[in-house]
Protein backbone atom coordinates (compact mmCIF):
# COMPACT_ATOMS: atom_id res chain seq x y z
CA UNK A 1 0.00 0.00 0.00
CA UNK A 2 1.28 3.02 -1.31
CA UNK A 3 2.11 6.21 0.88
CA UNK A 4 0.39 9.62 -0.51
CA UNK A 5 2.59 12.62 -0.29
CA UNK A 6 1.50 15.28 -1.70
CA UNK A 7 4.48 18.51 -2.29
CA UNK A 8 3.63 22.05 -2.24
CA UNK A 9 4.67 25.15 -0.90
CA UNK A 10 1.68 28.09 -1.66
CA UNK A 11 4.60 30.42 -3.07
CA UNK A 12 6.26 29.69 -6.49
CA UNK A 13 9.30 28.84 -7.75
CA UNK A 14 10.56 27.77 -4.23
CA UNK A 15 11.37 24.16 -5.62
CA UNK A 16 8.35 22.30 -5.54
CA UNK A 17 8.90 20.42 -8.69
CA UNK A 18 12.96 20.10 -8.60
CA UNK A 19 12.17 18.62 -5.36
CA UNK A 20 9.05 15.73 -6.43
CA UNK A 21 11.82 14.32 -9.17
CA UNK A 22 14.56 14.03 -6.76
CA UNK A 23 13.09 12.76 -4.09
CA UNK A 24 11.19 10.29 -6.67
CA UNK A 25 14.18 9.35 -7.93
CA UNK A 26 15.93 8.89 -4.93
CA UNK A 27 13.56 6.53 -3.48
CA UNK A 28 13.03 4.38 -6.57
CA UNK A 29 17.02 4.36 -6.03
CA UNK A 30 16.40 3.04 -2.85
CA UNK A 31 14.21 0.11 -4.82
CA UNK A 32 10.84 1.33 -3.80
CA UNK A 33 8.13 1.53 -6.52
CA UNK A 34 7.23 5.20 -7.12
CA UNK A 35 4.42 7.13 -9.16
CA UNK A 36 5.12 10.75 -9.40
CA UNK A 37 2.02 12.36 -10.62
CA UNK A 38 2.11 16.55 -11.85
CA UNK A 39 -0.74 17.94 -10.70
CA UNK A 40 0.01 21.39 -12.16
CA UNK A 41 -2.45 21.07 -14.73
CA UNK A 42 -1.74 23.85 -17.45
CA UNK A 43 1.61 24.68 -16.60
CA UNK A 44 2.92 21.32 -16.49
CA UNK A 45 7.13 21.25 -15.43
CA UNK A 46 7.91 17.76 -13.75
CA UNK A 47 7.55 15.83 -17.04
CA UNK A 48 10.21 18.14 -18.40
CA UNK A 49 12.36 18.13 -15.29
CA UNK A 50 12.74 14.74 -15.44
CA UNK A 51 13.49 14.66 -19.08
CA UNK A 52 10.53 12.22 -20.03
CA UNK A 53 8.35 15.00 -22.07
CA UNK A 54 9.02 13.50 -25.64
CA UNK A 55 7.76 10.24 -24.07
CA UNK A 56 3.86 11.68 -23.69
CA UNK A 57 0.88 10.14 -25.23
CA UNK A 58 -1.64 10.37 -22.67
CA UNK A 59 -2.14 12.81 -19.18
CA UNK A 60 -4.12 13.02 -16.20
CA UNK A 61 -7.07 14.76 -18.03
CA UNK A 62 -6.97 12.03 -20.54
CA UNK A 63 -7.35 9.42 -17.32
CA UNK A 64 -9.83 11.11 -15.36
CA UNK A 65 -12.21 11.07 -18.26
CA UNK A 66 -11.50 7.78 -19.47
CA UNK A 67 -9.98 8.42 -23.06
CA UNK A 68 -6.75 6.02 -21.23
CA UNK A 69 -6.19 3.45 -18.69
CA UNK A 70 -4.13 4.91 -15.88
CA UNK A 71 -1.42 2.38 -16.79
CA UNK A 72 -1.29 3.68 -20.39
CA UNK A 73 -0.54 6.91 -19.33
CA UNK A 74 1.75 6.26 -16.60
CA UNK A 75 5.62 6.91 -18.51
CA UNK A 76 8.22 4.58 -17.14
CA UNK A 77 11.42 6.66 -16.14
CA UNK A 78 14.74 6.52 -18.37
CA UNK A 79 17.27 4.88 -16.13
CA UNK A 80 15.01 3.55 -13.01
CA UNK A 81 11.88 0.77 -13.88
CA UNK A 82 10.45 1.52 -10.83
CA UNK A 83 9.60 5.29 -11.33
CA UNK A 84 6.41 6.17 -12.87
CA UNK A 85 5.19 9.54 -14.22
CA UNK A 86 1.69 10.99 -14.51
CA UNK A 87 1.85 13.90 -16.27
CA UNK A 88 -0.43 16.87 -16.58
CA UNK A 89 -2.26 18.15 -19.70
CA UNK A 90 -0.93 21.57 -20.93
CA UNK A 91 -3.54 22.23 -23.09
CA UNK A 92 -6.43 22.24 -20.16
CA UNK A 93 -6.99 24.12 -16.44
CA UNK A 94 -7.44 23.20 -12.86
CA UNK A 95 -10.52 23.03 -13.34
CA UNK A 96 -10.47 20.03 -15.44
CA UNK A 97 -10.27 17.41 -12.97
CA UNK A 98 -12.23 17.51 -9.39
CA UNK A 99 -11.22 16.61 -5.70
CA UNK A 100 -13.31 13.33 -5.89
CA UNK A 101 -11.64 12.35 -9.03
CA UNK A 102 -7.96 13.00 -8.09
CA UNK A 103 -9.06 11.29 -4.41
CA UNK A 104 -10.15 7.99 -7.07
CA UNK A 105 -6.86 8.74 -8.87
CA UNK A 106 -4.68 8.29 -5.74
CA UNK A 107 -6.29 5.25 -4.49
CA UNK A 108 -6.03 3.07 -7.90
CA UNK A 109 -2.69 4.13 -7.49
CA UNK A 110 -2.05 2.80 -4.47
CA UNK A 111 -2.13 -0.73 -4.59
CA UNK A 112 0.44 -0.83 -7.09
CA UNK A 113 3.36 1.22 -6.01
CA UNK A 114 5.13 1.66 -2.28
CA UNK A 115 4.97 6.05 -2.70
CA UNK A 116 2.98 8.09 -4.92
CA UNK A 117 4.13 12.02 -5.28
CA UNK A 118 2.17 14.46 -5.98
CA UNK A 119 3.59 17.84 -7.51
CA UNK A 120 1.09 20.49 -6.19
CA UNK A 121 0.42 24.00 -8.19
CA UNK A 122 1.73 27.01 -6.18
CA UNK A 123 -1.54 28.95 -4.70
CA UNK A 124 -4.01 28.11 -2.31
CA UNK A 125 -7.09 27.27 -5.07
CA UNK A 126 -8.68 24.60 -6.83
CA UNK A 127 -5.13 22.97 -8.08
CA UNK A 128 -3.99 23.04 -4.35
CA UNK A 129 -6.97 21.82 -2.82
CA UNK A 130 -7.18 19.09 -5.48
CA UNK A 131 -3.48 17.96 -5.11
CA UNK A 132 -3.99 17.22 -1.32
CA UNK A 133 -7.03 15.36 -1.19
CA UNK A 134 -6.01 12.21 -1.74
CA UNK A 135 -2.74 12.64 0.48
CA UNK A 136 -2.21 10.51 2.82
CA UNK A 137 0.74 13.13 4.04
CA UNK A 138 1.88 16.49 2.66
CA UNK A 139 5.16 17.97 2.53
CA UNK A 140 6.43 21.34 2.18
CA UNK A 141 8.90 23.02 0.60
CA UNK A 142 10.25 26.55 1.34
CA UNK A 143 13.11 28.71 1.31
CA UNK A 144 14.16 31.09 3.74
CA UNK A 145 13.00 34.12 2.34
CA UNK A 146 10.27 35.96 4.16
CA UNK A 147 7.89 35.84 1.80
CA UNK A 148 8.17 32.38 1.18
CA UNK A 149 7.79 31.12 4.49
CA UNK A 150 4.80 33.45 5.00
CA UNK A 151 3.47 31.81 2.55
CA UNK A 152 4.17 28.23 3.69
CA UNK A 153 2.39 29.56 7.35
CA UNK A 154 -0.78 29.97 5.36
CA UNK A 155 -0.07 26.64 3.82
CA UNK A 156 0.18 24.80 6.43
CA UNK A 157 -2.82 26.21 8.41
CA UNK A 158 -5.09 25.35 5.20
CA UNK A 159 -3.22 21.16 5.43
CA UNK A 160 -4.48 21.19 8.75
CA UNK A 161 -7.71 22.72 8.22
CA UNK A 162 -8.21 19.92 5.60
CA UNK A 163 -7.36 17.08 8.62
CA UNK A 164 -4.37 16.30 6.97
CA UNK A 165 -1.89 16.09 9.87
CA UNK A 166 1.28 18.25 10.57
CA UNK A 167 2.85 18.71 7.78
CA UNK A 168 6.31 18.40 7.03
CA UNK A 169 8.88 20.50 6.11
CA UNK A 170 11.83 20.89 3.54
CA UNK A 171 13.93 24.09 3.72
CA UNK A 172 15.41 24.49 -0.16
CA UNK A 173 18.35 26.87 -1.50
CA UNK A 174 20.04 27.49 2.33
CA UNK A 175 22.79 29.45 1.58
CA UNK A 176 25.40 28.85 4.08
CA UNK A 177 27.52 31.81 3.99
CA UNK A 178 24.52 34.24 4.10
CA UNK A 179 23.15 32.48 7.12
CA UNK A 180 26.53 32.68 9.22
CA UNK A 181 26.40 36.76 8.08
CA UNK A 182 23.11 37.32 9.52
CA UNK A 183 21.64 38.32 5.70
CA UNK A 184 19.66 34.95 5.10
CA UNK A 185 16.91 33.50 7.37
CA UNK A 186 18.40 30.59 9.05
CA UNK A 187 16.38 26.99 9.49
CA UNK A 188 16.23 27.33 13.25
CA UNK A 189 14.05 31.02 11.91
CA UNK A 190 12.01 28.77 9.65
CA UNK A 191 11.24 26.61 12.28
CA UNK A 192 10.38 28.80 14.78
CA UNK A 193 8.11 30.34 13.13
CA UNK A 194 6.65 27.17 11.04
CA UNK A 195 6.67 24.59 14.17
CA UNK A 196 6.73 21.82 11.90
CA UNK A 197 8.59 18.74 11.57
CA UNK A 198 11.71 19.26 9.34
CA UNK A 199 12.81 16.58 7.44
CA UNK A 200 15.33 18.19 4.76
CA UNK A 201 17.81 21.15 4.60
CA UNK A 202 18.59 21.53 0.97
CA UNK A 203 21.81 24.18 0.20
CA UNK A 204 21.86 26.32 -3.31
CA UNK A 205 23.66 24.59 -5.29
CA UNK A 206 23.99 25.37 -8.98
CA UNK A 207 23.98 21.83 -10.21
CA UNK A 208 20.22 22.08 -9.91
CA UNK A 209 20.31 24.23 -12.71
CA UNK A 210 22.48 22.21 -15.19
CA UNK A 211 20.90 18.87 -13.92
CA UNK A 212 17.08 20.47 -13.99
CA UNK A 213 18.03 21.73 -17.54
CA UNK A 214 19.26 18.53 -18.77
CA UNK A 215 15.95 16.61 -17.48
CA UNK A 216 18.58 14.62 -14.91
CA UNK A 217 17.46 14.20 -11.46
CA UNK A 218 20.13 15.81 -9.62
CA UNK A 219 20.20 12.79 -7.21
CA UNK A 220 22.83 11.04 -9.51
CA UNK A 221 25.83 13.53 -9.58
CA UNK A 222 27.88 12.45 -6.70
CA UNK A 223 29.12 15.89 -6.21
CA UNK A 224 26.34 17.90 -5.95
CA UNK A 225 25.57 18.86 -2.37
CA UNK A 226 21.87 19.33 -3.20
CA UNK A 227 21.76 15.87 -4.99
CA UNK A 228 23.15 14.44 -1.12
CA UNK A 229 20.72 16.48 0.34
CA UNK A 230 17.88 15.18 -1.56
CA UNK A 231 18.78 11.78 -1.04
CA UNK A 232 18.82 12.44 2.90
CA UNK A 233 15.13 13.42 2.95
CA UNK A 234 14.32 10.35 0.80
CA UNK A 235 15.70 8.10 3.70
CA UNK A 236 14.09 9.94 6.30
CA UNK A 237 10.71 9.74 4.56
CA UNK A 238 11.82 5.59 4.30
CA UNK A 239 12.09 6.16 7.92
CA UNK A 240 15.67 6.04 8.63
CA UNK A 241 17.06 8.17 10.92
CA UNK A 242 19.46 10.28 8.88
CA UNK A 243 21.46 13.30 10.97
CA UNK A 244 21.62 16.56 9.00
CA UNK A 245 24.50 17.73 7.03
CA UNK A 246 26.42 20.31 8.74
CA UNK A 247 26.43 23.33 6.45
CA UNK A 248 26.84 26.51 8.27
CA UNK A 249 30.60 25.38 9.04
CA UNK A 250 31.25 25.07 5.48
CA UNK A 251 32.17 27.44 2.88
CA UNK A 252 30.03 28.26 -0.14
CA UNK A 253 30.00 25.44 -2.90
CA UNK A 254 31.77 27.83 -5.17
CA UNK A 255 34.53 28.13 -3.10
CA UNK A 256 34.57 24.12 -2.41
CA UNK A 257 35.04 23.29 -5.66
CA UNK A 258 37.50 26.39 -6.32
CA UNK A 259 39.69 25.41 -3.51
CA UNK A 260 39.02 21.48 -4.87
CA UNK A 261 40.28 22.60 -8.07
CA UNK A 262 43.62 24.45 -6.09
CA UNK A 263 44.23 21.71 -4.21
CA UNK A 264 45.14 19.39 -7.53
CA UNK A 265 46.98 22.25 -9.29
CA UNK A 266 49.28 22.22 -6.31
CA UNK B 1 -24.44 47.89 21.89
CA UNK B 2 -27.59 48.36 21.87
CA UNK B 3 -30.20 46.50 23.36
CA UNK B 4 -31.78 45.58 20.41
CA UNK B 5 -28.98 43.76 18.58
CA UNK B 6 -26.49 41.91 20.60
CA UNK B 7 -23.50 39.33 19.96
CA UNK B 8 -23.12 35.98 21.88
CA UNK B 9 -20.80 33.53 21.00
CA UNK B 10 -21.43 29.91 20.81
CA UNK B 11 -20.11 26.17 20.41
CA UNK B 12 -20.41 26.90 16.71
CA UNK B 13 -19.11 30.32 16.56
CA UNK B 14 -20.70 34.07 16.61
CA UNK B 15 -24.10 34.99 16.97
CA UNK B 16 -25.46 37.85 15.84
CA UNK B 17 -29.09 37.84 17.85
CA UNK B 18 -31.94 40.51 16.56
CA UNK B 19 -34.51 41.85 19.30
CA UNK B 20 -38.10 40.02 18.09
CA UNK B 21 -40.31 42.72 19.55
CA UNK B 22 -39.17 45.94 18.53
CA UNK B 23 -40.38 47.39 15.97
CA UNK B 24 -39.10 45.99 12.14
CA UNK B 25 -37.74 49.35 10.93
CA UNK B 26 -36.07 50.53 14.07
CA UNK B 27 -34.33 47.09 14.61
CA UNK B 28 -33.15 47.85 10.62
CA UNK B 29 -31.54 51.11 11.51
CA UNK B 30 -30.16 50.09 14.99
CA UNK B 31 -28.56 47.26 12.92
CA UNK B 32 -27.14 49.37 10.04
CA UNK B 33 -25.66 51.77 12.82
CA UNK B 34 -23.90 48.64 14.79
CA UNK B 35 -22.43 47.22 11.88
CA UNK B 36 -21.46 50.79 10.57
CA UNK B 37 -19.78 51.66 14.01
CA UNK B 38 -18.10 48.36 14.32
CA UNK B 39 -16.72 47.78 11.45
CA UNK B 40 -13.40 47.27 12.53
CA UNK B 41 -14.77 44.03 14.58
CA UNK B 42 -17.72 42.45 12.19
CA UNK B 43 -15.86 42.91 8.38
CA UNK B 44 -14.92 39.86 7.16
CA UNK B 45 -16.90 38.08 9.92
CA UNK B 46 -19.19 34.88 9.90
CA UNK B 47 -21.86 34.57 11.71
CA UNK B 48 -24.99 32.85 12.87
CA UNK B 49 -27.82 35.03 12.84
CA UNK B 50 -30.67 34.90 15.06
CA UNK B 51 -34.22 35.96 14.43
CA UNK B 52 -36.16 34.96 17.53
CA UNK B 53 -39.91 34.94 17.07
CA UNK B 54 -40.07 37.35 14.30
CA UNK B 55 -41.60 36.36 11.13
CA UNK B 56 -40.28 37.73 8.47
CA UNK B 57 -41.27 37.62 4.32
CA UNK B 58 -39.27 37.43 1.83
CA UNK B 59 -38.78 40.98 0.81
CA UNK B 60 -37.68 41.40 4.24
CA UNK B 61 -34.72 38.88 4.35
CA UNK B 62 -33.42 40.59 1.20
CA UNK B 63 -33.02 43.52 2.48
CA UNK B 64 -31.68 42.50 6.11
CA UNK B 65 -29.29 40.21 4.26
CA UNK B 66 -28.52 42.16 2.01
CA UNK B 67 -27.55 45.16 4.48
CA UNK B 68 -25.60 42.73 6.73
CA UNK B 69 -23.33 41.53 3.66
CA UNK B 70 -22.71 45.45 2.65
CA UNK B 71 -20.77 45.63 5.63
CA UNK B 72 -18.27 42.23 4.80
CA UNK B 73 -20.01 40.02 7.25
CA UNK B 74 -21.18 36.46 5.81
CA UNK B 75 -24.47 34.91 6.99
CA UNK B 76 -23.72 31.20 7.61
CA UNK B 77 -26.98 30.45 8.94
CA UNK B 78 -30.13 31.61 10.22
CA UNK B 79 -31.79 30.69 13.21
CA UNK B 80 -36.01 31.49 13.62
CA UNK B 81 -38.86 30.02 15.67
CA UNK B 82 -41.02 31.27 12.75
CA UNK B 83 -41.40 28.75 9.71
CA UNK B 84 -42.31 31.97 7.53
CA UNK B 85 -38.35 33.66 8.37
CA UNK B 86 -37.06 30.30 7.92
CA UNK B 87 -38.45 29.89 4.42
CA UNK B 88 -37.42 33.56 3.64
CA UNK B 89 -33.76 32.57 4.42
CA UNK B 90 -33.75 29.82 2.45
CA UNK B 91 -35.04 31.43 -0.45
CA UNK B 92 -32.34 33.41 -0.38
CA UNK B 93 -30.09 30.55 0.04
CA UNK B 94 -28.92 31.00 3.84
CA UNK B 95 -29.03 27.61 5.84
CA UNK B 96 -31.65 27.69 8.15
CA UNK B 97 -32.81 25.97 11.25
CA UNK B 98 -35.56 25.89 14.39
CA UNK B 99 -34.72 27.77 17.07
CA UNK B 100 -35.47 27.49 21.02
CA UNK B 101 -37.64 30.35 22.02
CA UNK B 102 -35.24 33.10 23.51
CA UNK B 103 -34.94 32.13 27.07
CA UNK B 104 -33.26 34.57 28.45
CA UNK B 105 -33.42 38.47 27.34
CA UNK B 106 -31.38 40.09 25.07
CA UNK B 107 -28.12 41.43 26.96
CA UNK B 108 -26.46 44.45 26.21
CA UNK B 109 -23.15 43.74 24.63
CA UNK B 110 -20.80 45.31 27.35
CA UNK B 111 -21.50 42.53 29.76
CA UNK B 112 -21.52 40.37 26.95
CA UNK B 113 -17.85 41.65 26.83
CA UNK B 114 -16.42 39.77 30.10
CA UNK B 115 -17.00 36.32 28.52
CA UNK B 116 -13.68 34.71 27.74
CA UNK B 117 -12.90 32.35 24.85
CA UNK B 118 -9.95 30.54 26.15
CA UNK B 119 -7.79 29.02 22.51
CA UNK B 120 -4.65 26.83 22.71
CA UNK B 121 -2.93 26.55 19.60
CA UNK B 122 -0.72 29.04 16.35
CA UNK B 123 -2.76 31.05 14.84
CA UNK B 124 -1.31 30.92 11.21
CA UNK B 125 -1.08 33.40 7.77
CA UNK B 126 -4.79 33.96 6.75
CA UNK B 127 -6.54 32.53 10.02
CA UNK B 128 -8.83 35.21 12.09
CA UNK B 129 -9.16 34.23 15.56
CA UNK B 130 -12.64 36.61 16.35
CA UNK B 131 -14.68 36.71 19.88
CA UNK B 132 -17.08 39.31 21.03
CA UNK B 133 -15.07 39.14 24.78
CA UNK B 134 -11.65 38.79 25.94
CA UNK B 135 -9.60 36.47 23.69
CA UNK B 136 -6.64 34.32 25.82
CA UNK B 137 -4.39 32.70 23.12
CA UNK B 138 -1.80 30.47 24.48
CA UNK B 139 0.73 29.75 21.54
CA UNK B 140 2.07 32.06 18.83
CA UNK B 141 -0.17 34.64 16.82
CA UNK B 142 2.37 34.32 13.20
CA UNK B 143 2.32 37.31 10.95
CA UNK B 144 -0.53 37.99 8.41
CA UNK B 145 -2.94 36.33 11.32
CA UNK B 146 -5.86 38.30 12.64
CA UNK B 147 -6.86 38.38 16.68
CA UNK B 148 -9.96 40.27 17.10
CA UNK B 149 -11.64 41.00 19.93
CA UNK B 150 -14.82 43.37 21.64
CA UNK B 151 -12.64 42.43 24.73
CA UNK B 152 -8.66 42.73 25.99
CA UNK B 153 -6.21 39.87 24.28
CA UNK B 154 -3.62 38.35 26.09
CA UNK B 155 -1.34 36.29 24.68
CA UNK B 156 1.00 33.19 25.81
CA UNK B 157 3.69 33.47 23.27
CA UNK B 158 4.64 35.66 20.53
CA UNK B 159 2.30 38.10 18.72
CA UNK B 160 3.37 38.78 15.49
CA UNK B 161 0.04 39.52 13.52
CA UNK B 162 -2.40 41.75 13.79
CA UNK B 163 -4.44 42.00 17.14
CA UNK B 164 -7.54 44.34 17.59
CA UNK B 165 -8.64 44.74 21.00
CA UNK B 166 -11.39 46.94 22.03
CA UNK B 167 -13.11 46.24 18.46
CA UNK B 168 -16.88 47.10 19.91
CA UNK B 169 -15.48 50.37 20.72
CA UNK B 170 -14.15 49.70 24.70
CA UNK B 171 -11.05 51.58 24.98
CA UNK B 172 -10.81 50.30 28.21
CA UNK B 173 -8.72 47.09 27.25
CA UNK B 174 -5.42 45.46 26.97
CA UNK B 175 -3.23 43.90 24.98
CA UNK B 176 -0.41 41.78 26.01
CA UNK B 177 2.15 39.38 25.14
CA UNK B 178 5.13 37.34 26.09
CA UNK B 179 6.78 38.87 22.84
CA UNK B 180 4.63 41.71 21.60
CA UNK B 181 5.81 43.13 18.32
CA UNK B 182 2.34 43.03 16.08
CA UNK B 183 2.57 43.47 12.47
CA UNK B 184 0.16 46.14 13.83
CA UNK B 185 -1.75 46.79 16.71
CA UNK B 186 -5.21 48.49 17.38
CA UNK B 187 -6.90 48.86 20.38
CA UNK B 188 -10.83 50.61 20.13
CA UNK B 189 -10.55 52.96 17.41
CA UNK B 190 -6.53 54.22 17.62
CA UNK B 191 -4.08 52.07 15.55
CA UNK B 192 -0.09 52.20 15.84
CA UNK B 193 2.62 49.47 14.69
CA UNK B 194 5.78 47.85 16.22
CA UNK B 195 8.50 50.26 15.89
CA UNK B 196 10.75 49.23 12.76
CA UNK B 197 14.07 48.19 15.40
CA UNK B 198 12.14 46.30 17.65
CA UNK B 199 13.33 45.08 20.69
CA UNK B 200 12.53 42.41 22.27
CA UNK B 201 12.03 43.64 26.00
CA UNK B 202 10.13 40.35 27.48
CA UNK B 203 6.44 40.37 27.95
CA UNK B 204 4.62 43.89 27.14
CA UNK B 205 1.51 45.36 27.75
CA UNK B 206 -0.27 48.03 25.28
CA UNK B 207 -3.30 50.05 26.39
CA UNK B 208 -4.72 53.51 25.54
CA UNK B 209 -3.64 56.14 27.78
CA UNK B 210 -4.86 59.79 26.68
CA UNK B 211 -6.03 58.75 23.12
CA UNK B 212 -2.97 57.43 22.20
CA UNK B 213 -2.02 53.58 22.67
CA UNK B 214 0.71 53.27 25.36
CA UNK B 215 3.01 49.85 25.54
CA UNK B 216 5.16 49.09 28.60
CA UNK B 217 7.12 46.34 30.27
CA UNK B 218 4.84 44.29 32.46
CA UNK B 219 7.72 44.66 35.01
CA UNK B 220 7.10 48.85 34.84
CA UNK B 221 3.08 48.27 34.64
CA UNK B 222 3.00 46.21 37.83
CA UNK B 223 4.72 48.67 39.53
CA UNK B 224 2.62 51.51 37.73
Known amino acids: MARIITITSGKGGVGKTTTTANLGTALAMQGAKVAVIDADIGLRNLDVVMGLENRIVYDLVDVVEGRARLRQALIKDKRLPELCLLPAAQTRDKDAVSSNQMIDLTNQLRSEFDYVLIDSPAGIEGGFRNAIAGADEVLIVTTPEVSAVRDADRIVGLVEAAEKGPPSLIVNRIKPRLVNRGEMLSVEDVIELLAINLVGIVPDDESIVTSTNRGEAVVYDQTSLAGKAFLNVARRIAGEDVPFMALSDQQGVLERLLGLFGRRRA | ?224
Request: with cysteine; proline share 4%.
Open chain 2, 1 to 224: MGDLISIKGGRDGLRLRLDDTAEWAHLMSALEQQLAQNSGFFAGARLILEIGDRAINDEQMTTLLGSIQQHGVQIEALGATARESRNAARASGVTARPLPRYSEPAQPAVQNEHEGMLVSRTIRSGQVLRHHGHITLIGDVNPGAEIIAGGSVVVWGRLMGLVHAGALGNPNVVVCALELRPTQLRICEQITRSPDKAKNLGPEIARIEENQIVVEPWEGAKRG
